[in-house]
């Protein structure tokens, strides 16, 4: 066991909150009249453009009485059928439910379930095309842009530990990809003659009628039927979906004669941007080997953490309190999430969405923007640092990296002057980037705040997943709009429906 799964450390000082695998500094973010600072200008200027801790002292009872109310929707069926709809609460326990039963029924369990149908598709094919689009797909995206090998298609079937290549569509309407797609997973004599020539599908709907997902099912489906035997083409398809009512994505696998073990459910009281601890995230996770017992793990101990810490040592409901002021008070529309692997990319765009659908409603809610860095230092970063006031910038640090650091090394004749940090490795260079930056920023009183990962793993990132998504739940109580369900995207949905004829 790592050491970040140990019981919390020693209480941090005001502006550092940490549970066993996330630590959260907020104080580049806080105003503090006793804190150095190069100005009487840069003084003035924060104390303008800060929280002030007051002004987080009067959300306390505020905070207290929102977590008391979930808890309540959470964990009783009548208050959820009486609160205003919908009420997807469901997420917040689920992890720790799941790992419950996976210990009370060790062999009949979703997880062993997920496990098993995993381990037969790896046998079966050496490719997965993953389908699905916004909820359905952002969160495996995620997880398996931050969790595998950057370079993990390219890699040679033994290096990958014959873990399948990993591809993602159905979340769009791009002719040209979608062709470049099946291109590349043609067989050559026209029909897949061995694990290295064949492919699986995962198809994520939870309404079913999504129809960029159920158009790229429909095609892909036809070249399967051409590039298998029938009963195999059914065998490499697995559908993760509403069960309970039966999708139209539950109906169409069954037409198609999947096994009943194909099909995976997706909870009636969790929403799709809410479901990536589903079978929507668990099980493209488990197929490409991610370990999906502490993805669960680090997103039930933060539930916990949730309902048991104090509101001013509590993570989630800091986190919505604090982005809450710098939207409602200080009127900061913009809320960055600058994150300082590339392989969080997938991370932020998972973030972008769950704040747009979530609190963009009621014509209001912050503008969520990703930032990778440090290559949008080079883009972005200019107005970071010199364009309006109008943002809360929230790092996202990975303390240590994955593989051995790389030190810079020399290079003959010092052409290009680094010979002083020759011994200097690439994550020095990052931190140094990275702390820069914050003092940059907090010399012309431009707030940040840093979360801090100790590594990237299947714990931490379910931590720091539950977290957002509890924390954007509050939110949204403060800000006084549902964060479940987005009637908004259901607009452009019926447009296209009717402008193609299908209602
Ligand atoms: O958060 C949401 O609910 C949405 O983004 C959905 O996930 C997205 O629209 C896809 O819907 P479905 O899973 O029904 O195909």
Known sequence: MSPHHQDSPEPRPFGVISTKG??????????????????????????RHYVRKPQLDTLRERLAELRQQIEHKALSSEARALAPQPADHGFINLPAQLLEQAERHPRDNLLVRIQHSAAILRELADRIVILGIGGSYLGARALTEALLSTYHNELAVEARRSIPRCYF??????????????????????????????????????????????????ILWRHWQQWHPRELAARLVLVVTETQPRSR????????????????????D?????????????????????????????????????????????????????????????????RVLSVWSKKLEGLGLWYDQLVSESLGKNETGPTPITAVQTRDLHSRGQQHQEGARDRIIHNVIVERPGHSPIPLGQLDGNTDGLDPIAGKTVPELL?????GTNLAYAEDARPTTDLVLPQLDEYTLGQLMQ?????????GRLLGVNPYGQPGVEAYKRNMRWLLALE
Request: cysteine-free.
């Open 22 to 47: 996330v630590l959260w500094d907020f104080r580049q973010a806080i105003f503090d009249e006793g804190r150095p600072s190069p100005s009487p200008r840069v003084v003035e200027l924060r104390s």
């Open 169 to 218: 569509e159905g979340n769009g309407l791009d002719n040209d990809t979608l062709a470049d797609l099946l291109a590349l997973l043609q067989p050559p004599q026209g029909m897949a003659r061995s694990r290295q020539e064949r492919t699986a599908l995962v198809v994520v709907s939870k309404s079913g009628t999504t129809l960029e997902t159920a158009a790229a099912f429909r």
């Open 249 to 268: 994505l539950y109906q169409v696998a069954q037409a198609l004669g999947l096994p009943q073990e194909a099909i995976f459910p997706m909870p009636d």
């Open 270 to 334: 969790v929403g799709g941007r809410f479901s990536v601890f589903t079978p929507a995230g668990l099980v493209p996770a488990a197929i490409l080997g991610l370990d999906i017992s502490q993805l669960l793990r680090g997103a039930a101990d933060m539930t916990r953490h949730f309902w048991e810490h104090p509101v001013e040592q509590n993570l989630p409901l800091q986190f919505a309190a604090l982005n809450h002021l710098f939207f409602a008070s200080l009127g900061k529309p913009i």
């Open 431 to 435: 931190q140094a980037a990275w702390q």
């Open 467 to 475: 977290m957002l998504m509890l924390s954007t739940v509050i939110e």
